[in-house]
């Protein structure tokens, strides 16, 4: 047997110092040797560990075997027929607590860098092959609505369509693509890599409504009463929550929310060529410690801000944020506030945030999510000069549709129950899955959850 | 895209567009509102719906021109489209048979008002109506409000026409010489706050519909917030009608004024980059 290769091959990235000022990609891909080189690396395990640890189920060994073979059509081929976005899935999965970690050579702490190829496997595609033309499946005469064109949303309404259903999505705002075009920066997943794969999606065959508040324009029951067989809600977790504290209604606060819709959606950071403004701070704070808390610390640096805070309420252990996210953030400069958490904002005599006055926290006993607690130690309390505030403390999900469809039972968080196998509601014809059942979780979760609930509503659908 | 099918200038600044939009046509309701982008950089603009005709499939909106987005607004024909119109969104207003109410409409607020004023008519209220404007030249649709009111009361503040002063004058010795029910009043913020706090003295619930600045419209972003009776409301879903007597004005105030610099900026922009023949006031015709 060949000797283990242990060497990762690195992914080029733009210098922290340059990227700090662009909203151009950091991560740059491989080239072709490079991708040849760690796909050479993989053993071919028999027992394929990593195609378990992936929420989607993709043919891993076999699309890495390719590319070493330097057969990339096939590679192309193996990857989407398990995944319908993978320039996406490339560069925001969390695979190193999912396909990465279960690889054999994880234990010999160099996991083959499935991501890394993914990523690269899409994009030979987009740059190198002609659009194929769609497989043609015998229509069922059934009609799918799916509600969001979120990673949810736009999975099962690949699948869907591909099983000869007539899918449509209707989508509320004025572009497919949900957070992924709304909440992921530039820098992290460029816009073109979204539209190239909602475009992909559209050319199976999926019509796309934009514009389309469910809940506000129809309500599911008349999409029931409308010709639908089945409906799909896969809205996401839309909701930003607020820390509840004096003053978060100053102007120069906002929820993450509201500040990565104005840069990424609406391209603040093109103000005044694009219309949409965003405030441009110099001292800014950004309280959590998820990956959208990240997001919003790295964009508020690239619009020019002098210092920008991570304020986070428990240490850099118990923080959400992918590892590879916190790092680049960290090379950025940003500057993490660990132990720390906000008891109030302060505002000048015209309503803009000057400053927050914080607590030093200390981490207690676990709490339910298994973290440690962290509580205020008394008389902590100090403040960070501030002129604009980023609330990232997550979201949930919103309750537009939950209160406009009868029969849909929903938990108290907001989430809408669903069989974790299936994504069936408890109302008939319809289902569920993503953030919207879960609460915020990742791309590729939601992802597997729109591909359960496409395979039930095909079995209901030819019942 | 929405067509535009009929255009019509209220007066030189404030303008009707009818809107090709089947499916809102159907659910629109008074009170409410539509999200609406002009082009592709655009940003998104809350408008409250002036009017609807579901046989039809149109929607009305009407704005006056006082920034980037409505100025650009304003260049489009009959014909033309807009990118996005998006609705109908926010709660209707509460319409009952409450017994006398008076509707107060400042400027623009005219348009959104007379929906409301002719559901609570069907719905059996007597209605009185206020309508203000700064000067004759700024008013509109005085005889569609006077066909849908039992008595019209027009005001102007410098007194070209109708009674001169501001809405709150006549609103008060209503207020003092009858039994009112409930009070609506849409206009700029400021005649709001002021038509609130002419009201509260006599205890009568007073609506306004809060215009903060949004982004979405769907509950998203929280840009819309204002505080209503001590708590953190989303105007977008949880508005835009509220209690006028809980209303935190100063917040509202300020939060409407953040984009000051950057509107100004964007409009020099604007103006900077638009043919000669259209930069001070309309196209052609």
């Known amino acids: 047997m060949a000797k283990l290769n242990l060497n990762r091959v690195e992914m080029p990235r733009q210098d922290p110092k340059v990227r700090g000022k662009n909203f151009n990609e950091v991560a ?436 | 895209m929405y067509k535009i099918l009929l255009r019509e200038d209220l007066v030189p600044s404030i303008h009707l567009f009818k809107v090709a939009a089947p499916v809102v046509a159907k659910k629109a309701k008074p009170g409410q509102f539509v999200v609406v982008r002009v082009d592709e950089k655009g940003e998104r603009i809350p408008l409250t719906i002036a009017d609807w005709d579901e046989s039809e499939g149109s929607l009305s909106i009407v704005f006056m021109e006082v920034g980037t987005t409505t100025a650009r607004l304003a260049l489009l024909e009959v014909g033309s489209s807009i990118a996005d119109f998006v609705g109908p969104l926010g709660l209707p207003t509460h319409i009952e048979k409450f017994g006398t109410v008076v509707c107060v409409a400042g400027g623009v607020g005219a348009a959104p008002i007379a929906p409301i004023a002719r559901a609570l008519k069907n719905a059996g209220n007597k209605i009185i109506s206020i309508l203000g404007a700064r000067s004759k030249n700024l008013l509109f649709w005085e005889d569609r409000l006077r066909s849908l009111s039992d008595q019209l009361i027009v005001t102007t503040d410098d007194g070209s026409y109708g009674r001169k002063g501001v809405v709150t004058e006549p609103l008060k010795e209503l207020l003092a010489s009858e039994k009112v029910d409930r009070v609506i009043a849409i206009g700029p913020s400021i005649m709001m706050k002021f038509c609130a706090k002419t009201t509260e003295p006599f205890g009568i619930k007073t609506i306004v519909s809060l215009n903060p600045i949004m982004v979405d419209g769907t509950g998203m972003c929280g840009c819309c917030r204002v505080a209503v009776g001590g708590e953190t409301k989303f105007a977008c879903v949880d508005g835009p009608d509220f209690d006028g007597h809980q209303v935190d004005w100063d917040l509202l105030f300020a939060r409407q004024r953040i984009y000051l610099d950057e509107e100004k900026c964007s409009f020099e922009q604007w103006q900077k980059n638009i043919q000669p023949e259209v930069k001070y006031g309309k196209v052609k015709s």
């Open chain 1, 28 to 463: 740059l891909g491989y080239s072709l040797e490079q991708a040849k080189e760690e796909a050479s690396r993989c053993i071919q395990c028999v027992k394929r560990n990593c195609v378990d640890g992936c929420p989607v189920g993709v043919d891993i060994p076999d699309f890495i075997k390719a590319i070493r073979e330097g057969d990339m059509p096939e590679a192309v081929r193996v990857l989407k027929s398990k995944n319908a976005l993978p320039g996406i899935c490339g560069r925001v999965c969390p695979q190193e607590t999912q396909c990465e970690s279960t690889c054999s050579l994880a234990k010999k702490g160099a996991p083959i860098a499935i991501g890394r190829l993914e990523r690269f496997v899409a994009d030979w595609e987009r740059a190198n092959m002609p659009k194929a033309s769609p497989p043609q499946p015998a229509p069922t005469g059934k009609r799918v609505a799916v509600v969001g064109s979120g990673p949810a949303g736009l999975t099962a309404a690949a699948d869907l369509v591909k099983l000869g259903h007539g899918v449509t999505i209707f989508e509320a705002l004025h572009v497919a693509g949900g957070v992924l075009m709304y909440g992921i920066p530039e820098f992290r997943l460029p816009k073109e890599i979204v539209q190239n794969e909602v475009d992909y999606v559209a050319s199976l065959g999926v019509k796309i409504e934009l514009d389309s508040v469910i809940g506000k324009l129809v309500t599911i029951d008349e999409v029931l009463g409308n010709g639908y067989h089945a409906v799909f809600l896969g809205t996401g977790a839309g909701l930003p929550m607020f820390l509840g504290v004096p003053g978060e209604n100053l102007n120069g606060i906002y929820s993450a929310n509201e500040f990565l819709t104005r840069v990424n959606l609406m391209k603040a950071y093109r103000f005044p060529e694009y219309d949409t403004p965003v405030k441009l701070g110099k001292k800014v704070a950004v309280i959590g410690g998820g990956n959208v808390a990240m997001d919003s610390a790295r964009c508020a640096l690239r619009l020019g801000a002098e210092v920008v805070y991570i304020v986070y309420r428990r240490s850099e252990a118990e923080m959400p944020a992918r590892r590879e996210e916190v790092e680049n953030a960290q090379e950025e400069g940003i500057q993490f506030k660990l132990l720390t958490n906000p008891k109030q904002f302060l505002g000048n005599e015209k309503n803009w945030v000057v400053g927050m006055e914080c607590y030093e926290m200390e981490l207690g006993e676990p709490d339910e999510s298994g973290r440690r607690r962290p509580v205020v130690k008394a008389g902590s309390e100090f403040v960070i000069d501030v002129d604009e505030v980023i609330v990232a403390l997550g979201t949930t999900p919103n309750p537009l549709i939950a209160s406009t469809t009868p029969g849909l039972e929903t938990s108290k968080g907001g989430t809408v129950m669903a069989d974790e196998a299936t994504g069936k509601t408890k109302k008939d014809k319809v289902w569920a899955g993503g953030d919207i059942v879960t609460g915020a979780a990742t791309v590729i979760s939601a992802m597997g959850a729109g591909k359960l609930a496409a395979a039930d509503i095909d079995r209901f659908l030819r019942g």
